[in-house]
């Protein structure tokens, strides 16, 4: 049996597929996009996160380690992710609950039956289950295997996807979903490499595979400012999924539900004074969509 590496498994999920979901959200993510609203899921393995403001500075966790991950420094703890091991020690030695960790190896069969649980609400609502991260794909073998055991009790299965894949993966597992929530996030390579650390011609690829072999697909784009919001950008991501044969596409207003996390991982949030977009700011935006023949909505 396998075992993935977990952060979270959110019930009635509206968000995420049709209908009422249960999300399974997966660790680890080959992209680093600067507006990543789960920057906790982007590494396989457990991690330690350290909430400033319940922290009394006793400094038990620095003790207690027993592989020197830890310090005090100008009145933070640093989890030195390099050396940490996720015993989680840390975690349950603080008095005052100031750390707590995200990650946790799963078995399917443990989350077949969490999922199972709400089983009467996907079918009244034509919902299902969506595995998310991170990226779901990231872990080949335990996907393959939920996504078996979930599809022999007639369970809709969609996956969140950066698309960035080895093909032979790609190939392997795309066609096990009823659906594949698509990110695309920029029609330009270099300006692509800018905002995730990556370049897009895999992810172009990918999606043009899936699509000519009649996969579901609903190409989803993060709309992010300074990176491809303006109407220009709009323009050329139409292009694009026209060129692969896309039919319709959804937006995803930027927001900044993320930005705690980050400094709970003592990590800098780039877009920290940016504005969140809501889908009355991009009504320009969408009609350029929409002008191109594509089925577009937020």
Same mark, same amino acid.
């Given at each position: 049996m396998s075992k993935g590496m977990v952060f979270n498994i959110q019930k009635f999920s509206i968000h995420d597929g049709p209908g009422i979901r249960t999300t399974v959200f997966l660790k %680890? @993510?080959?992209l680093r996009c600067q507006w990543c609203s789960n920057p906790e899921s982007q590494l396989d393995h457990i991690q330690i996160l350290y909430d400033q403001e319940k922290c009394v500075h006793c400094q038990t966790c620095v003790h207690v380690c027993p592989h020197h991950a830890i310090k005090h420094q100008d009145q933070r703890i640093i989890i030195q992710? /390099?050396? @940490?091991v996720g015993c989680l020690s840390c975690v349950q030695a603080c008095p005052q609950k100031a750390l707590s960790h995200e990650g946790e190896l799963k078995d399917t069969d443990e989350i077949v039956r969490i999922c199972l649980q709400d089983q009467d609400f996907y079918e009244e609502s034509d919902g299902g289950v969506t595995i998310s991260g991170g990226e779901g794909m990231s872990q080949p073998a335990f996907v393959r295997e939920l996504v078996e055991k979930l599809k022999a009790k007639n369970i809709h299965m969609a996956i969140e996807t950066t698309g960035? *894949?080895?093909p032979d993966i790609f190939h392997e597992l795309a066609p096990l979903f009823d659906l594949l929530l698509?990110?695309?996030k920029h029609y330009d390579s270099q300006q692509h490499f800018k905002g995730t650390a990556v370049y897009n011609e895999l992810i172009i690829?990918? $999606?043009k595979w899936a699509i000519e072999h009649h996969i579901e697909v609903l190409p989803? *784009?993060?709309v992010i400012p300074d990176f491809n919001a303006s109407l220009d950008d709009a323009l %050329? $991501?139409?292009?694009l999924l026209v060129s692969v044969g896309a039919k319709r596409v959804q937006l995803l207003p930027f927001h900044q539900f993320g930005e705690k996390k980050y400094e709970m991982l003592n990590r800098d949030y780039t877009l920290k004074n940016k504005k969140a977009l809501h889908p009355e700011d991009l009504k320009d935006y969408q009609k350029i969509? *929409? /002008?191109?023949g594509l089925d577009c909505f937020f």
């Open positions: %680890g @993510c080959p992710q /390099d050396q @940490c960035y *894949i080895e698509f990110d695309v690829s990918n $999606l989803r *784009i993060p %050329g $991501l139409a292009k969509f *929409i /002008d191109q």
